[in-house]
C-alpha cells in the first residue's frame, strides 16, 4: 500500500510517500520512498528527496497552492524523481488535523461531514484547521475523490485528560461552549511513547512518562498506562511552555493592560503573543535557538535572559508533569531543539537530580539517533528520540483502512 501523508501548515507544507504491507499494522518506521517541503513565502520554496538518494530544490514564482502541490506531486511519477508508476499508484492519503475538537478521538475517514467539522473549528484554531483542510480539498482536486483520505488528529491523544486536567477554573458555562484544554503535538507525544516503550523493551501500560516535544513550538505530556493524563498546551497551541515565537502562558492582565493603556486591537495582540514572543520577542534574535546560543557567546544579555526563561520554564512544566504521575520512567527530548541541543538537555536535568535522574554528559554530547543518555545507575531513563509524526500518521491510516 502506498500511503502519501500531507501536513499542511500555514507557512509551511511536508509531505511523505511511505510503502507500507497491506495486512497488519507495522511497528518499525521505514524510511520514505519520497519526502517534500514547501515553505510559503512570496514564492514557493521548494525541497524534495527520495530514499534513492535524489534531490530536487524548486523556486516556485506563484502562491497559489494547488499549482504548487500539483507540481511536487507530479515528481513522484516523472523523472528525475519517480518513485511511482503513476498516480493511481497513491492509494490512501493521511492527514494532520491540528485540532479535532471534542468531537473526535481517534483517526477517521474524511468525508463531508468531518470536512464540515474541521471548518467549524476554524475559529479556535485558524492558523492550522484552514491550511489542514485546505490540504484535503488540494488533494480531492489532484486525485481525486475515489482515493481515500484519513484525518489524524493532534488533539485526539489529549482527548482523555482527566476533568481536572481538562477544565479552565472559569464559569461552567466555558464547557457548553467548548472552552477548555484540548493539548496538541499529540501525533508526536504519541509516537514517542510507542517508541519508548519498543526501546526500553517494555509494555507501555507499564510505563509513567514526561515526553517534552522541544521545537518552535514546545509542549510535555504527562503519560501513565499508555494515555495522556496531563499536558502543557490547552484551549490552543499558545498555552505552556515558551516557545520559538509563541509567548506560552502569561497573566491574561497583561493583555486588558495592552488594550487599555496601548490601544492593542485583538489582531495586534494575536500576532504579538504568536509571531512575536517567545525566543525572538525576548531576545531581540531570532526564534532559533542556534542563533540565541551564538549570541550569550558573543555576551548579548538579551540572548542571555531569553534562554535562563526558556529553560526555567521548561522545568516548571516537568514539575507540574509530574504531579500527575506516580513516579517517572523516563524523561523523554524530541523535536529540533529536544533532539539537537545538548546544552538544554543538560541544564533542564540539572535541577532534576532529587529524583534520581542521572544524565551522562558524555553520551548527551555524543551519537545521534534515538538513545538513552543516562547514567547506568539511573533509575529514571533519558530518552533522545527522533519523533516521526508522518510515519504515525501513515501507520494510524493504514491501521483504519486495513480494519474497515
Given at each position: 500500500?502506498?500511503?502519501?501523508?500531507?501536513?499542511?501548515?500555514?507557512?509551511?507544507?511536508?509531505?511523505?510517500?511511505?510503502?507500507?504491507?497491506?495486512?497488519?499494522?507495522?511497528?518499525?518506521?521505514?524510511s520514505p520512498l519520497w519526502e517534500a517541503q514547501i515553505d510559503w513565502g512570496t514564492t514557493a520554496q521548494v525541497q524534495i528527496k527520495t530514499a534513492g538518494g535524489q534531490?530536487?530544490?524548486?523556486?516556485?514564482?506563484?502562491?497559489?497552492?494547488t499549482t504548487v502541490m500539483q507540481q511536487v506531486l507530479q515528481t513522484l511519477w516523472t523523472e528525475p524523481m519517480q518513485v511511482l508508476a503513476t498516480i493511481a499508484d497513491i492509494d490512501l492519503v493521511g492527514h494532520r488535523i491540528v485540532h479535532g475538537g471534542s468531537q473526535f478521538q481517534q483517526p477517521v475517514r474524511i468525508d463531508a461531514a468531518v470536512k464540515a467539522a474541521i471548518s467549524q473549528l476554524i475559529p479556535i484554531a485558524p492558523n492550522h484547521n484552514r491550511a489542514n483542510l485546505?490540504?484535503?480539498?488540494?488533494?480531492?482536486?489532484?486525485?481525486?475523490?475515489?482515493?481515500?483520505?484519513?484525518?489524524?488528529?493532534d488533539t485526539a491523544f489529549h482527548s482523555q485528560l482527566p476533568a481536572a486536567a481538562q477544565t479552565y477554573p472559569g464559569p461552567h458555562d466555558w464547557l457548553k461552549q467548548g472552552i477548555k484544554r484540548y493539548g496538541f503535538h499529540g501525533i508526536s507525544?504519541?509516537?514517542?511513547?510507542?517508541r519508548a516503550a519498543q526501546f526500553l523493551n517494555r509494555d507501555l501500560a507499564d510505563l509513567?512518562?514526561?515526553?517534552?516535544?522541544?521545537?518552535?513550538?514546545?509542549?510535555?505530556?504527562?503519560i501513565r498506562d499508555g494515555h495522556s493524563v496531563d499536558t502543557t498546551m490547552g484551549f490552543s497551541p499558545l498555552e505552556g511552555l515558551m516557545m520559538g515565537t509563541r509567548s506560552g502562558?502569561?497573566?491574561?492582565?497583561?493583555?486588558?493592560y495592552l488594550m487599555r493603556e496601548q490601544?492593542?486591537?485583538?489582531?495586534?495582540?494575536?500576532?504579538?503573543?504568536?509571531?512575536?514572543?517567545?525566543?525572538?520577542g525576548l531576545s531581540g534574535v531570532s526564534h532559533d535557538i542556534r542563533q540565541i546560543q551564538a549570541a550569550m557567546v558573543a555576551g548579548n544579555s538579551q540572548a542571555q535572559l531569553a534562554w535562563e526563561v526558556y529553560i526555567h520554564r521548561i522545568r516548571t512544566g516537568i514539575g507540574a508533569m509530574l504531579m500527575s504521575l506516580d513516579r517517572l520512567d523516563a524523561l523523554i527530548f524530541t523535536g529540533g531543539v529536544g533532539e539537537n541541543c545538548t546544552d538544554l538537555r543538560s541544564q533542564v536535568c540539572q535541577n532534576l537530580s532529587f529524583l534520581g535522574l542521572q544524565l551522562d554528559e558524555e553520551q548527551n554530547r555524543q551519537g545521534k539517533g534515538d538513545?538513552?543518555?543516562?547514567?547506568?545507575q539511573s533509575p529514571i531513563r533519558i530518552l533522545v528520540l527522533h519523533t516521526q509524526e508522518a510515519w504515525q500518521i501513515a501507520k494510524a491510516s493504514s491501521c483504519l483502512v486495513a480494519g474497515d
Open positions: 500500500m502506498k500511503v502519501l501523508v500531507l501536513n499542511a501548515g500555514s507557512s509551511s507544507q511536508k509531505s511523505c510517500l511511505y510503502e507500507i504491507p497491506t495486512t497488519g499494522c507495522p511497528i518499525e518506521a521505514p534531490t530536487c530544490q524548486m523556486n516556485l514564482p506563484t502562491t497559489d497552492r485546505e490540504g484535503i480539498e488540494l488533494i480531492e482536486i489532484l486525485l481525486g475523490h475515489h482515493v481515500p483520505q484519513v484525518a489524524v488528529f507525544h504519541a509516537y514517542c511513547a510507542d509513567q512518562l514526561i515526553t517534552g516535544h522541544l521545537g518552535n513550538g514546545c509542549s510535555l505530556a504527562a502562558s502569561i497573566d491574561p492582565s497583561v493583555i486588558f490601544h492593542y486591537d485583538g489582531t495586534m495582540i494575536d500576532r504579538l503573543l504568536n509571531k512575536e514572543s517567545g525566543l525572538k538513545r538513552d543518555i543516562a547514567l547506568s
